[in-house]
């Protein structure tokens, strides 16, 4: 589903992050990546959805190389990304419209896009959110709503980074409880080995630019 | 930092609907802003005052706005009494003050005060995403819209980011000084808060993109219908834009009062 190939990727005037890298990920794996601080994580995340470009190498996702911009488009509809920091993912006026911006983009109805919001918010236990302003929560509750706004997208695999930072255990349990269960397959970053122990097939040490199994 | 402190209540301006507000507004402004003399101006000014009454805000946070734009007020006062040409009331060493130009300042003064008065009461009392929400629904370019609701949105990011920094510098034992020092360390923090809004807004494109954002920004709320309230009050708005039009034009062509 994302074969990856010879990647090489450096930040521009720094280091090189990635070196030959080789990575692949097949349908319904559930995998975790761990690593050292500045491994190069997120930075992996970034270049399978198409925001960061590699210098060399090949990106094949669901079986098509992808490229441009345009690819990606189509990648990141089908693969939803939640980003460490929840303020660079929230930006609406209200949770139900952040929650509400993703199936809209897809071209979904206002009443299929207010179920969403229902049905997400219900899994996740933010139904008294819905009404408030994003920007006001605090910080793990933030977290939770961009959950809650990557879910909506309905995608098929999730990229999750650091997804239970700031959250309390309830939350953990309840986003914890929600992969276990019913949720589309995902790649986790993380540096919690117990969450990962738990709810992975699979875990992989991200070091010195390389992924080692 | 707390930028819609007028927005709370529980007025009868507060619970109109913000379209209604937003449309009732607009042409009293125009005309105040068009008028000449004193008398429109001065009526003008009342009838702001009356809006501002019905609003019940605060009253301390309402003076402290009207300082504001009237100490930029001022600075016109300190010029336009000696610039405009006119009967000479008193003079200061070689300066002349015209009676033209006290009137001229004061129509000023009125304009500014009635205009910024009624856009407290009847903009300001708007949460911000209704507000919005109005804009969009009145069909205000998108473009706009969200320029302005990003403005807002990151002005109290950026706050935030900055109080946070400057909490940082303080747990440090950091006390301003007039030193090279402090200098160096409030240039380092303002380039930080640069740096760091750029990186920010780069990174909400991003997380925009990958929820599939094309350029447009979807609407999921809709308002509910006008009410007879908010008609009543837009009809009352719109006859007293009329009759200060009235007054005005009276004014120009037939030297009424």
């Known amino acids: 589903m994302i074969k990856i190939q010879k990647l090489r990727f450096a930040y521009p005037g720094d280091k090189l992050v990635f070196n030959d890298l080789d990575f692949l990920y097949e349908k319904e794996q559930k995998i975790g990546i ?64 952040d929650i509400a911006f993703g199936p809209l983009n897809l071209g979904k109805t206002h009443k299929e896009a207010r179920e969403i919001v229902s049905r997400i918010s219900k ?67 993380s540096h919690d080995m117990n969450f990962l122990k738990t709810l992975t097939d699979k875990i992989y040490l991200l070091n010195g630019g390389k992924i080692l199994y | 930092m707390h930028l819609e402190e007028f927005a709370e209540g529980k007025s009868f301006i507060h619970s109109l609907d913000p ?23 001065s009526i003008s000014l009342m009838a702001s005052a009356i809006l501002i009454s019905f609003a019940r805000l605060h009253m301390r946070p309402l003076l402290e706005r009207l300082l504001a734009v009237n100490l930029f007020i001022l600075f016109l006062w300190l010029i336009l009494p000696f610039s405009v040409e006119g009967r000479s009331i008193f003079t200061i060493g070689p300066l002349t003050a015209t009676s033209e130009g006290i009137s001229y300042a004061l129509t000023i003064t009125l304009k500014a005060n009635a205009i910024v008065l009624a856009t407290i009461a009847l903009v300001a009392t708007i949460p911000i995403f209704r507000l919005v929400h109005a804009l969009r629904h009145l069909k205000v370019p998108e473009k706009l819209v969200s320029l302005f609701f990003f403005c807002y949105r990151y002005i109290s990011v950026l706050h935030e980011d900055y109080s946070a920094l400057h909490n940082a510098m303080k747990m440090r034992a950091f006390k301003p000084a007039t030193n090279v020092h402090t200098y160096r360390s409030y240039a380092y923090l303002v380039g930080v808060l640069v740096l760091k809004s750029y990186e920010h807004s780069e990174k909400v494109y991003q997380a925009m993109l990958c929820r599939g ?6 609407l999921l709320d809709h308002f509910t219908h006008i009410t007879r309230k908010d008609f009543i009050f837009f009809v009352s708005m719109i006859f007293v834009a009329a009759c200060l039009v009235t007054l005005e034009v009276g004014n120009h062509f037939w030297g009424l009062p």
């Open chain 1, 123 to 189: 899994l996740l236990g933010l139904e008294k959110y819905v009404d408030r302003a994003s920007y006001k929560l605090s910080w793990g509750e933030k977290r939770l709503v961009c959950m809650a706004t990557v879910l909506a997208m309905e995608p098929e695999v999730l990229l999750l980074d650091e997804p239970t930072a700031g959250l309390d255990e309830r939350s953990t349990h309840k986003v914890l409880n929600y992969l276990k269960q019913d949720g589309p397959s995902f790649i986790i970053a």
């Open chain 1, 34 to 97: 761990v690593g050292p601080n500045g491994s190069g994580k997120t930075t992996f995340f970034y270049l399978i959805m198409g925001l960061l470009k590699p210098q060399e190498g090949e990106i094949e996702i669901f079986n098509k190389v992808r490229q441009t911009e345009k690819d990606f488009e189509d990648v990141r509809r089908k693969i939803g990304f939640l980003f460490q920091n929840p303020d660079h993912q929230l930006f609406c006026p209200t949770v139900a419209e």
């Open chain 2, 213 to 218: 954002f094309r350029g447009k920004f979807p």
């Open chain 2, 19 to 41: 379209r209604i507000k937003l449309i009732s507004l607009f042409p009293f402004i125009v005309i105040v802003a068009i008028a000449r003399g004193l008398t429109v101006p």
